[in-house]
């Protein structure tokens, strides 16, 4: 086999395989990308499950950290049933079906950089609008997490200081991930130099104008008007008070784990094939925001189900769970329609004009109001045409709230 910089050997036959530790699918570019989906939920399926079947044996170390080994009787305000097993399973089986059956991993721009059927000059302007979405969405979670506080309705009795508790410890891992600050002992805790120098993946997505040949004074563009929505929607759902908590919490938990190692595999996937095409020497360090994304954030998306698992009482609740992903998955179907449409100057539908199922229709007149005021609130300077989206009315959910 012949090596292509760290990420690649290619066969005596042509066959592309990925060296080790870039990905746990070694023949990932010979697979098609249903293949790559449906082996993404089985191996999230297979780990949640796992992680259920020890904590069970374990004698439930969520329990304990909830406080529930230190109640007995009348004071337990939350059923134990909330965390059982049993109904951790159902309730995973149900909200990850209905996250990753959703089209928006199965769009149409993912399948085509997964094909490799791009330029250099696409690759380069993908990369720089993408990079307006991930340096944004990450602070949603700090919103999230702000949310929850000792001023929030007691729902569930002595326990709901330390239920508040553990969401916000979820989610602040969450963000210390993001921002590459983890836990530290006092005695090694960074110094002064080595806060400011952390490790964001941020600083990691830069990496990727480093090997595309992008200078720093030329990395921070205009947004198109897809991606500030998705980003504004994102940042509405998790932070303004028009949404309920378990609303905020499914937005930055659900909404954004499960899908992202899948289509950040397919992003993966076709900057190698394209690298490997064009001769453009592409390093493990220049995609590590993306391989990173892939390996670690399975034991966060199981965190996050664990915790809002307490939140989802009832069947309502799950409804509104669902209710909100469908928002966010909507935004980044919409972003990844525009995004076809800037860089390969090609017609591509949004989500109501796709045709996507009716349990993935947004109806709720809330996101759509928030959304238009939000837009105004934005400086125009940072959009691409931005005097005319400050102002405009029409939102990505208007052809089924005009038919709902």
Known sequence: ??????????????????QPGVHSLENLLEMEPEE????????????FEETIRRMTEEGHPLKQALGFDRLGGDEKDIPVELVSAERLDGLFRDLHDHVMDHPVWRHPFFLRIFRGEFDPAQA???????????????Q????????????????????????????????????????????AAVDDYPDLAGIFSSTTHIVMYRWIFEGLGIPYDQQDRPFIP????????????????????????????????????????LLLGGLIRFAHREKIPLTRKHLFVLIAHV????????????????????????????????????????????????IFQEPCAGPAEAGLAERYHVTDTRIRDALIAARRRIDPATIIGGEAYCVSTITLFDGWMDNG
Not at 161 to 168: G, I, L
Not at 242 to 248: H, I, P, V
């Open 36 to 47: 790559i989906l449906a082996w993404f939920k089985q191996s999230q399926r297979k780990d």
């Open 295 to 342: 390996q670690y954030d399975v034991m966060h998306a199981i965190a996050v189900m664990m915790v809002t698992a307490l939140y989802a009482t009832d069947d309502e609740a799950v409804r509104r769970i669902k209710n909100a992903v469908n928002m966010l998955m909507t935004g980044r179907y919409a972003m990844m329609s525009g995004m076809y449409r800037h």
């Open 1 to 18: 086999m012949t090596p292509f910089s760290d990420l690649l050997n290619v066969t005596s036959d042509g066959k592309l395989l990925l």
């Open 124 to 138: 380069r302007e993908f990369s720089l609008q993408y990079f307006n979405q991930v340096k944004n969405t990450r």
């Open 226 to 265: 897809e991606v500030a929505d998705n980003i504004t929607i994102q940042r509405l759902v998790a932070g303004n008070e028009d949404f309920a908590l378990l609303e905020a919490l499914s937005s930055v938990g659900l909404g954004m784990e499960w899908g992202v190692p899948e289509f950040f595999t």
């Open 140 to 183: 949603c979670v700090a919103l999230a997490c702000g949310r929850f506080s000792s001023t929030q309705p007691r729902h569930f009795g002595v326990l709901s200081e330390r239920v508040s508790e553990v969401t916000q410890i979820v989610l602040a891992q969450l963000l210390a991930d993001e921002y590459g600050v983890g836990t």
